[in-house]
């Protein structure tokens, strides 16, 4: 069954998005007047006069407008359009050129292009496509450089515009008129092979392309080349002012755009190939791009230099024999000391293994001197907790038995002080109720001292009670002018309960009077103000 071909039924209204247009403007590309036309709401591509179908893959892979003659003469001599190619093919064309102009000094020519490529259909065998229709690859006999490319462009045929062509007069310089119906006829010049005569016109650079590849420590691979030219800002498929070998830096006036910043290379490197994310892209090529103007300088200088060295060496000639006299002479200076550096290496060995030794010693007495202060911290730790009965965690240990045994005391240290704090604060509340007199002191020692004086407080103060109690008893009988039995006094169960507490109401504001009639000083305790009953 013949495979179908899908002609106009593949095109559809173009979808290029802001990003799209963002990233063209990034590389200079659609920043050249009129070189680069968008679609509108159009379907099917209706380019202007002037101007051809491609597509925002084909672009960023190199091309742009005008186009290189290179390029112009693989469509005539194959029978295509751009739109034919798919853009890993044109990615193909841009390193090739790249590689010609920048790293083998030479013009693209179609003889070298014949012994490394061949074009093949593309397509399945129930399909045959119209856009991207053909591939270019690399012949499976011939050693070249791995491109990484990837396995397919999702998305690249609905993304297509114009771009503007130069009219040259002359069929075969000229881009062919955009057909997107027209059927893909293969030629005999898809499989072309290069003649006996170009092979041996081209083996020179057959050779230095190898030796490119396999140079040890200037490997030059498809990544690098095209890493090269995304950094340079010259799309290899324009036709140019100049070849790459005449490339000048920022001042070359073939470049598009400014440098592009790491980030926007890596990631257009990524997209164009099959690197991801973890593989790594090279910041610069291994192997110095060739420079037309500085191979010149260079042959010139090396000639200049082997001149310069005959004429050096006639002119030394009779000075040799004085110069190994004098060689020979510095060698036995340069033994001499040699020796003697020995010896000096052999003290500075010495004094280094007496450093480590003093310095083994000095860790090993410091180690015991931090475990002796480890021990008594630790002992200070359990004397702390016998006294307190209280155990404390650290809520973040720093896991250094010295530092945590350190932290544990600040704790005891803490509770101590917070306990004499309150027994200060106690002590002070209690200080003018047994000293209304006396001013408190100032310091918890001296406060301390006051409540353990050589008398007994708790007796004086009982003998005071006591007094009270008297002197109020007392005053109760003498107002009452009753006969008391004092033997009954002590059993207050026959004491009738009303009327005792009217008796000490009664009793109460002449109580003073009282003790004064019978020749009793009331104390000037608070106590003796307030009897208990």
């Not at 000639?317 to 020995?342: F, L, N």
């Not at 918890?444 to 004086?453: I, M, W």
């Amino acid at each position: 069954m013949a495979a179908v071909d899908l002609g106009t039924a593949e095109w559809e209204r173009s979808k290029i998005t802001n990003q799209d247009i963002n990233l063209l403007k990034k590389l200079g590309i659609s920043k050249i007047p009129k070189a680069v036309c968008f679609p509108s709401e159009e379907s099917y591509p209706t380019p202007p006069m002037g101007y051809r179908v491609s597509f925002v893959d084909h672009l960023i892979r190199g091309l742009s407008a005008p186009i290189h003659p290179f390029l112009r003469g693989l469509l005539f001599v194959y029978g295509l359009q751009l739109h034919h190619l798919t853009p890993n093919s044109i990615l193909h064309i841009s390193i090739f050129i790249t590689l010609c102009e920048a790293f083998l000094g030479v013009q693209p020519n179609w003889a070298l292009w014949k012994r490394i490529f061949f074009c093949r259909r593309n397509g399945s065998p129930n399909v045959a496509y119209n856009i991207g229709g053909v591939v270019i690859s690399v012949r499976p006999t011939v050693n070249y450089f791995d491109v990484k490319l990837p396995d397919s462009v999702q998305g690249w045929r609905k993304k297509w515009l114009y771009i503007q062509e130069e009219n040259h007069g002359c069929a075969e310089d000229n881009i062919p008129p955009f057909d997107g119906a027209e059927k893909i006829l293969r030629r005999r010049s898809w499989d072309a092979e290069a003649t006996e005569e170009e092979k041996t016109s081209t083996e020179a650079l057959m050779t230095r392309i190898h030796e490119l590849q396999n140079t040890r420590g200037k490997e030059l691979s498809g990544i690098q080349i095209t890493a090269y030219f995304l950094r340079a800002r010259v799309q290899p498929l324009q036709a140019r002012k100049n070849p790459l070998w005449n490339y000048a830096g920022d001042e070359d006036t073939d470049r598009l755009s400014t440098n592009l910043e790491v980030k926007d290379l890596e990631k257009l490197v990524r997209r164009i190939s099959s690197l991801n994310k973890k593989d790594p892209v090279p910041s610069s090529c291994r192997v110095k791009p060739y420079n037309a103007t500085c191979a010149s300088q260079e042959k010139l200088a090396e000639v200049n230099e082997r001149a310069n060295t005959l004429a050096q060496k006639l002119e030394q000639s009779e000075e040799a024999r004085k110069k190994a006299e004098s060689d020979a002479v510095q060698a036995r200076r340069e033994a001499d000391k040699a020796k003697t550096d020995a010896a000096g290496v052999e003290d500075l060995r010495k004094r280094l293994h007496d450093a480590e030794t003093s310095l083994s010693e000095h860790i090993t007495a410091q180690s015991a001197r931090e475990e002796a202060i480890l021990k008594r911290l630790r002992s200070q730790n359990r004397r702390f907790v016998s006294k307190t009965s209280q155990e404390f965690e650290l809520e973040d240990p720093d896991n250094d038995p010295l530092l945590d045994a350190v932290s544990f005391l600040e704790f005891h240290g803490t509770e101590a002080r917070e306990g004499i704090d309150q027994a200060k604060a106690g002590l002070s509340r209690l200080f003018p109720y047994f000293f209304p007199k006396k001013e408190e002191p100032a310091t918890f020692l001296a406060l301390a001292k006051c409540f353990n004086p050589p008398e007994d407080l708790g007796l004086k103060m009982r003998h005071e009670n006591l007094k009270v109690a008297v002197e109020s008893t007392v005053a109760l009988v003498a107002d009452s002018q009753q006969t008391i039995d004092w033997a009954k006094v002590g059993d207050t169960e026959q004491i009738e309960q009303t009327k005792w507490r009217s008796l000490i109401k009664a009793a109460k504001p002449n109580t003073k009077k009282i003790l004064s009639y019978f020749g009793i000083k009331p104390s000037s305790t608070p106590s003796s103000s307030k009897p208990e009953v």
